[in-house]
Structures are given as structure tokens and as C-alpha cells.
């Protein structure tokens, strides 16, 4: 069984920075928590923390983005930037 909690203008993970949503991923299985990262990820959340373990058995993934987003992006040392999409020839 797979749960999460979505927590708006939560912060970012690093520094706490405004304008950052969370999503909290538990799942029983490694598989389900893997599954679900693929999928969070294709909507444009980044991994923060994958495959905790929890005391009992529960697999937790940690994920962020950044509030409003509506376009791929990178969050690297210098900033925050839109990731270029560009047609393969």
C-alpha cells in the first residue's frame, strides 16, 4: 500500500526557502516506493530522500519542487534554472 502527503509552501529541503511543495511517499514495498518516485518524478518533483527504512518496514521517499511549477527544472549550486528541451536530429 502506498500513502503520501502533499505539503504545500513546505520549504526547500536544503535551506527552508519559500516557494518549495514537499511530498511524503510510504510504501510497503521497495518496489511500490520506486514505482511511485518514477511517477512523481515524470510530474516534475526531484528526489530528496529514497528508500528510508523505517523501523517497521515502511520504505519512505522525500520529494520537492518548486511551488507552481509548470516546466522541467534544475536545481544545481547556482540557482534554480528551466531545463532547455531540445528536439533530437
Given at each position: 500500500m502506498i500513502t503520501?502527503?502533499?505539503?504545500?509552501?513546505?520549504?526547500h529541503p536544503d535551506d527552508g526557502r519559500a516557494g518549495f511543495d514537499r511530498l511524503t511517499v510510504d510504501a510497503d514495498t521497495k518496489e511500490e516506493i520506486d514505482n511511485a518516485v518514477t511517477?512523481?518524478?515524470?510530474?516534475?518533483w526531484?528526489?530528496?530522500v529514497l528508500g528510508t527504512r523505517h523501523?517497521?518496514?515502511?520504505?519512505?521517499?522525500?520529494?520537492?519542487k518548486q511551488s507552481d511549477l509548470i516546466a522541467s527544472w534544475h536545481d544545481?549550486?547556482?540557482g534554480l534554472h528551466p531545463?532547455?528541451?531540445t528536439a533530437a536530429h
Amino acid at each position: 500500500m502506498i500513502t503520501s502527503i502533499i505539503e504545500r509552501n513546505a520549504g526547500h529541503p536544503d535551506d527552508g526557502r519559500a516557494g518549495f511543495d514537499r511530498l511524503t511517499v510510504d510504501a510497503d514495498t521497495k518496489e511500490e516506493i520506486d514505482n511511485a518516485v518514477t511517477l512523481a518524478e515524470a510530474r516534475l518533483w526531484h528526489t530528496w530522500v529514497l528508500g528510508t527504512r523505517h523501523p517497521d518496514g515502511v520504505f519512505e521517499a522525500v520529494l520537492y519542487k518548486q511551488s507552481d511549477l509548470i516546466a522541467s527544472w534544475h536545481d544545481g549550486p547556482s540557482g534554480l534554472h528551466p531545463v532547455e528541451v531540445t528536439a533530437a536530429h
